[in-house]
């Protein structure tokens, strides 16, 4: 039996929520009643797409109406969502989390006792004690070039989920994900316990933590305290912390798990917000996400501990959409681009040519929140100007008329990869979320270590020899990068086939 996802209202609890309803579980997670009660992971990469992804409607009788109300319907083309593969791998990878999170932390239940009383009796208690003693360490980061639908993509994920779950037996508020979003300014331990409290208030409104916590004066120790312990209260499957580079401006290797002082009048002292999560994420065996652009690498610092920690679970690197096509599979560019073409209140809407789809990647740079965009206005100025189509000229004029920042960024982004020019590495060494997507040190010169090369350059060297010691390796790296490929458009019809 499986629990039904949607929120219920009650009288007596009227904010969103869910009776738990446990179903089977197979194997170690039989007995964990917090597993249980979670909505079971879609079986099939299509059932997890089709949950995941968000399409507009806009049928026939909607590019009927008249111009002005179809420019008011077509806001709802910011919700687009398309649940490539690496939103399905993350959605994946969260619960996984969850329920390797919840391994020891099931509420206390006679059952259990009974369990552990009778491996006592047998002389192997420690097989019910071995999972939740071992310290895992639940901490990954998702980091990526900006507007490659992070954000977006946590939400979405987070849908799966109810927003909390009551266990009326043991009186009991589970909340599977928490999301919290870091603190803009005075990033310090006080403001990461205060959002952190925040959020649970906000899920959980009966217990009043807003008023309780939240409007008196307490110290850091004393807030960081009372946020571990309603992790625990609620059982919290998952926190993940959104704009995870805002933890400051020193490197975590400096912080020693002590207060550290800072320049301030009232000579106060505060804690590190990253390493904080990272403390109370072991401390409480509760898995911990950091989503976050790659400046996230200047603030964790440089050391090889920080990096096991947040690259040991096989996420990818969230990058700009690949336009290579991998045995004969269209590209994550192309699923996109041939899916948001299918969003449109044009009666004549052209169709998806080569042309169109290299036009609008010489100005997006395959960066999904800037296609989306450009393809809004694209067809929002069509509207205005009382045409049903667009031509290859009109998104040369709203790229350069509407998102004339934006293409001089992405500009500097396509010179770069497709033949190193030293401009644009200036100018994007300046941009400390930038900068590390494109080998380059924040705030330097601009010059890269090695130039960058593609894909298949860098596979053709990785099967070459290392090269021996006392000798000049002969290899040779490229500067050029090859062009977009001039293969047939795919279509969105065959993402089900895409893995």
């Known amino acids: 039996m499986t629990q039904d996802p949607t929120p219920s209202q009650s009288n007596e609890f009227p904010f969103p929520h869910v009776v738990a309803k446990l179903r089977r579980v197979e194997l170690r997670f039989g007995n964990n009643v917090l597993i249980r009660a979670l909505p079971a992971f879609p079986k099939s990469l299509a059932a997890l797409k089709k949950k995941l992804q968000v399409l507009p409607k806009f049928h026939d009788r909607l590019r009927a109406r008249s111009a002005q109300q179809r420019r008011l319907q077509l806001r709802q083309l910011a919700r687009f969502f398309l649940a490539l593969p690496n939103v399905c791998e993350l959605a994946e990878l969260i619960y996984m989390e969850i329920c390797e999170g919840y391994v020891g932390r099931e509420p206390n239940t006679a059952a259990a006792n009974r369990r552990m009383q009778a491996e006592y009796l047998r002389g192997t208690v420690e097989r019910t004690t071995a999972e939740g003693g071992t310290s895992l360490k639940l901490c990954s980061a998702l980091m990526g070039i900006p507007g490659s639908g992070k954000t977006f993509a946590i939400y979405q994920i987070a849908r799966l989920f109810p927003p909390i779950i009551f266990h009326p037996e043991y009186n009991l508020w589970q909340i599977p994900i928490l999301i919290v979003q870091m603190p803009y300014k005075n990033n310090s331990g006080l403001n990461l316990a205060y959002a952190i409290v925040l959020a649970i208030s906000r899920l959980y409104p009966p217990g009043d933590y807003l008023n309780l916590y ?6 850091e120790t004393a807030l960081l305290s009372v946020a571990k312990r309603l992790l625990e209260i609620h059982r919290v499957g998952i926190v993940i912390v959104d704009e995870a580079q805002k933890t400051g401006s020193q490197p975590l290797e400096e912080f020693k798990g002590e207060p550290i002082e800072v320049q301030k009048p009232s000579r106060a002292t505060e804690k590190w917000a990253a390493g904080i ?10 898995p911990l996400l950091l989503v976050a652009t790659s400046e996230l690498e200047i603030a964790l610092g440089k050391r090889a501990s920080t990096m096991r920690r947040n690259h040991g679970n096989g996420l990818r690197h969230w990058d700009p959409l690949d336009t290579t096509i991998v045995d004969e599979r269209p590209s994550d560019y192309d699923l996109y681009m041939s899916a948001l073409w299918e969003q449109t209140l044009l009666r004549d809407h052209p169709k998806y040519t080569l042309d169109f ?24 100025r069509a509207l205005q100007e009382n045409r049903e189509t667009f031509t290859i000229a009109d998104v040369h004029h709203v790229a350069r008329t509407y998102f004339k920042a934006v293409t001089r960024w992405t500009g500097h982004m396509r010179r770069l990869v497709e033949k190193y020019d030293e401009e644009s590495a200036q100018f994007l060494a300046s941009k400390p979320d930038l900068a590390p997507e494109f080998g380059l040190t924040y705030g330097a010169t601009g010059t890269a270590a090695k130039p960058l090369v593609d894909s298949r350059q860098a596979s053709k060297e990785a099967l070459e020899p290392p090269p021996v010691k006392g000798k000049r390796s002969s290899r040779k790296s490229e500067n050029e990068r090859p062009p977009l490929p001039t293969a047939p458009v795919a279509h969105y019809s065959q993402i089900g086939g895409a893995q």
Do not use: C
């Open 357 to 380: 789809r290299n036009t609008f990647h010489y100005y997006s740079f395959g960066i999904p929140d800037f296609m989306l965009k450009l393809y809004y206005v694209v067809q929002w």
């Open 277 to 286: 999560l990272f403390e109370a994420s072991t401390d409480m065996h509760v």
């Open 214 to 219: 939240l409007t008196g004066r307490y110290s």
